[in-house]
């Protein structure tokens, strides 16, 4: 099975900041690659597929790229609402997820 | 606007059984598949399947093969997932979302409100 690896697994960032999370999949996925956001208690939230594809409500701060191998979440100037864990997730016919990663207010 | 909508909280003995429900509405059914999702207490996503709600044809993760089976019932547009010869490391929180088969890429987007359960004696 692939598995994906997710660095940092924990983050401690300030509102305002430039915060980029990366994805690394064990082998090569071309671009079948989704980032989902979770809040405590939530149900996780899409917000980006096909590695670059922004989902249909999401703010544009949120970017995604990458393809093969490694893939990036940036979020160009984190809000308050942002500080969450963030998990990816392969999207072939096994669809695995990532080990997250936590985003908290420095 | 498309929505899935859960089955209460569960209480299980070891080596029982389980069956979560997923009632989806604002959008047809047959056109999408459900897949499910379940997390441990403070632990991450692990997917456990996906089935058609076109056709019945289902894809499990390896890991529960034998123990899991997904079902869907298109006259209520409801999807279902049943774990049996359940144990500890089974208490989750177990969520249903919606994904547009063939299209996997598109990922899973909306997602139910979760359903935890629990496996105690």
């Known amino acids: 099975d692939i598995q994906l690896t997710q660095s940092p697994s924990f983050l401690s960032a300030s509102v305002g900041d430039r915060v980029t999370i990366t994805c690394r999949a064990s082998?090569?996925?071309?671009?079948?690659l989704a980032w989902y956001q979770q809040k405590p208690g939530k149900a996780p939230k899409l917000l980006i597929y096909a590695a670059s594809t922004l989902q249909s409500g999401v703010p544009s701060r949120f970017s995604g790229s990458g393809s093969g191998t490694e893939f990036t979440l940036t979020i160009s100037s984190l809000q308050p609402e942002d500080f969450a864990t963030y998990y990816c997730?392969?999207?072939?016919?096994?669809?695995?997820f990532g080990g997250g990663t936590k985003v908290e207010i420095k | 606007q498309v929505q899935l909508v859960q089955s209460g909280a569960e209480v299980k003995k070891p080596g029982a059984s389980v069956k979560v429900s997923c009632k989806a509405s604002?959008?047809?059914?047959?056109?999408?598949?459900i897949s499910w999702v379940r997390q441990a207490p403070g632990q991450g996503l692990e997917w456990m399947g996906w089935i058609s709600a076109y056709n019945g044809n289902t894809n499990y993760a390896q890991k529960l093969q034998g123990r899991v089976t997904m079902t869907t019932d298109t006259s209520t547009s409801t999807a279902y997932m049943e774990l049996r010869s359940l144990r500890s490391d089974d208490t989750a929180v177990y969520y249903c979302?919606?994904?547009?088969?063939?299209?996997?890429?598109?990922?899973?987007?909306?997602w139910g409100q979760g359903t935890l359960v629990t496996v105690s004696s």
């Open positions: 604002g959008y047809t059914f047959t056109s999408y598949g």
């Open positions: 082998q090569g996925i071309s671009s079948y």
């Open positions: 979302a919606r994904v547009k088969l063939p299209l996997i890429f598109r990922g899973l987007d909306p």
């Open positions: 997730q392969q999207l072939n016919s096994v669809l695995t």
